[in-house]
């Protein structure tokens, strides 16, 4: 039966067709980077550069948070755990979803009416600028830079899945490409520029997997008791694919670490929340997550049809054998759809989301650097808004520089686990210290600081002792190494809390107050909008 | 800035804009009213909606012979509860929506108008 598989899987790889899969990608980083140019002639100010002149439209700037949210990861990645191991890898999109709704009501419209263009100018709005500045900085640059190693590793992964590359050096020349790419959407585009990449992304993306769900669905007449049941027949796990555990059963725990990362950390990533001053005003924001959670939900129902639908067509067992893994399930279920022409389309917009998400990393980053560490904590706030739009455009080429070594070096490594680290990141050090500073007077620098060292510290050495790193056959390291002394492979589970209990504990031990004054500044404008938009249309 | 009452104290100085004295702001009823009403909807709700993230979490890691229990045809109660969580998620958001905009949008928009005027007045 394997022998089958295996014959089955090389043939698709045959069929797989580089060259028209190549040209359809450069079709599409052609027209991108003409409306990119064309979008942002007039990026002048720092409001430009970071914010795409506040300019967006709630739909528009909802459309770009899909695309900027909808990583290669959630694609590829979902539809293929739940066609291996089915309804765990469903567990996913719920988490991913639900979290959205932590953004609408307690984060996005406060957080633009408060902020100009990072989350650090919220977090220090009331607090002491330095520290505060400092520590929501280097929060940022963490998530940034997990979430952007974690993307870049897939970029090469892809490669060898779909463009039939399978050497090293193809595949690091693909990732300097894409790095070489997103570098010039950032520097040429700013925010505007990035902004367009990521909504013209989201629509074929979420459009290719529309016509992929239908096409699935009218293959089981429009019946999902059907298709699950298919998926069922097809999988030598039977009945067990459409219920959880599969994946998880082994280690509840960790599952539960997980889901809490994934449902707090959304509000707490630092590209996420920087989209939310691309609009004027906090009624644009509220509509800018209502979109989003409209299209993204929508997305992640899709996956759960075309990763039942890539289990009952193409099969488990040949999509875990084929190159690529788990990851190969929908550019496979593409394949047999509609084609090469299909998997082509599909494979470029695979492509298409690596450069957006990367992009938005890259400029939420460099918006970090200038913006926070050097404008606000070296130059104490004198630096012109030129100069700081200067030393962002260079923060872009170094991190982008970084992102292509980060990206080679990483070739051929075990590291999905940093996409969850990003989010059990985000959860931990940012999220507690934004909703403290938005609904609790009485916070201080020391609970901030306390809370953002605390949650980012305490996650990465939990991560760096756990599973994933030594002890087992699956580590970063391999098995021979092993100092894994915390049993999960998700720290959210005691970095969220100590996130939290650091900034009560930090700002009860305060001796020193803040100024009640910013902090009545801070609450009446971020419920009303005073002074971040206008009053009332005279 | 601290000591100085909402109107008229320093007028004699005639500066263009003024700070406002936030903390006077903060006792106007209208932003008091605003307050209550975002605060009492999306603090319960929140909670509510975690509570049944974190139940449904529960049930998925613990309770697999439950999630797998039919319910119509291959659609066990796993599926049903699993697209309940987006059933929720979506029917919060448009509910939260159209609070806002009956309930919030309009006091917001009155206080800053009032901000505005002062500001100006000053």
């Known amino acids: 039966m394997i022998a089958t598989a295996l014959r089955i899987a090389e043939t698709t790889v045959v069929e797989n067709n580089p060259v028209l899969n190549i040209s359809i990608f450069i079709v599409f980083v052609g027209i991108t980077m003409v409306i990119v140019i064309r979008a942002s002639r007039n990026n002048k100010t720092a409001a430009d550069f970071y914010a795409g002149g506040r300019s967006f439209t709630g739909s528009q700037n909802g459309t770009a948070i899909a695309g900027d949210y909808l990583s290669a990861a959630s694609f590829l990645g979902i539809v293929g755990a739940i066609a291996v191991n089915g309804y765990d890898g469903f567990l996913y999109s719920i988490g991913f979803l639900v979290a959205w709704l932590v953004a609408l009501l307690l984060v996005a419209e406060l957080m633009r009416n408060t902020g100009k263009f990072t989350m650090a100018d919220v977090l220090s709005f009331r607090l002491k600028q330095g520290p505060v500045r400092m520590a929501a900085a280097i929060t940022t640059l963490a998530v940034c830079f997990f979430y952007l190693l974690a993307q870049m590793a897939g970029a090469g992964g892809l490669v060898s899945l779909l463009l039939g590359i399978n050497d090293k050096l193809g595949q690091s020349l693909v990732v300097v490409v894409v790095g070489v790419v997103m570098i010039m959407y950032v520097l040429f585009g700013g925010m505007k520029g990035t902004t367009w990449v990521q909504i013209i992304k989201a629509i074929l993306l979420i459009g290719g997997a529309a016509v992929m769900t239908i096409w699935v669905l009218a293959l089981n007449g429009f019946n999902l008791s059907t298709l699950l049941q298919n998926a069922a027949d097809a999988s030598d796990k039977g009945m067990a694919v459409l219920a959880p555990g599969l994946q998880y059963g082994s280690n509840p725990l960790d599952f539960i670490s997980l889901a809490l990362a994934l449902v707090l950390g959304t509000a707490g990533l630092p590209h996420v929340l920087m989209r939310f001053y691309t609009v004027p005003t906090a009624k644009e924001a509220r509509r800018s997550v209502v979109w989003a959670i409209w299209l993204i939900g929508t997305f992640y129902l899709f996956t759960l049809v075309l990763g039942y639908g890539a289990g009952f067509m193409v099969g488990p067992e040949i999509i875990a054998n084929s190159p690529g893994g788990v990851n190969s399930a929908a550019p496979l279920l593409a394949l047999q759809l509609g084609g090469p022409l299909l998997l082509g389309f599909i494979s470029a917009v695979a492509f298409a989301t690596i450069l957006a998400v990367v992009a938005g990393l890259t400029i939420t980053a460099a918006a970090s650097f200038a913006h926070d560490i050097y404008a606000n904590v070296i130059k104490k706030g004198a630096a012109d808004s030129s100069s700081e739009v200067k030393v962002a455009r260079r923060t872009v080429v170094v991190i982008g520089v970084l992102a292509i070594v980060g990206g080679v070096g990483v070739q051929g490594q075990n590291i999905a686990f940093l996409v969850a680290l990003a989010f059990a990141v985000a959860a931990s050090a940012n999220l507690p210290t934004i909703l403290f500073s938005l609904f609790w007077k009485k916070f201080t620098t020391r609970g901030a600081v306390w809370s953002m060292y605390g949650g980012l510290g305490s996650a990465i050495i939990l991560i760096a002792l756990s599973p994933v790193v030594s002890g087992d056959v699956t580590s970063m390291l391999g098995d021979g190494v092993d100092f894994a002394i915390f049993p999960l492979k998700n720290p959210g589970i005691i970095s969220i809390p100590l996130g939290f209990f650091l900034g009560w504990l930090g700002t009860v031990t305060s001796t020193t107050q803040e100024d009640p004054a910013v902090a009545a500044e801070m609450e009446v404008r971020s419920l009303t909008g005073h002074g971040a938009e206008k009053a009332v249309e005279h | ?122």
């Open chain 2, 1 to 122: 800035m601290l000591e100085e009452t909402v109107m008229g104290k320093n007028a004699h100085e005639i500066p263009t804009t003024r700070p406002l004295d936030y903390q006077e702001v903060e006792k106007d009823p209208t932003f008091r009213e605003l307050k209550k009403r975002h605060r009492s909807f999306v603090f319960p709700l929140a909670i509510a909606f975690l509570a049944w993230y974190i139940a449904y979490v529960f049930l998925a890691a613990y309770a697999h012979e439950f999630m797998a229990r039919p319910v119509f045809g291959a659609i066990n109660m796993g599926i049903v509860l699993g697209l309940g969580q987006f059933v929720t998620t979506f029917a919060i958001t448009t509910w939260y929506v159209s609070y806002a905009n009956r309930k919030l949008d309009p006091l917001a928009a009155k206080m800053r108008a009032k901000l505005e005027a002062e500001e100006s007045a000053r």
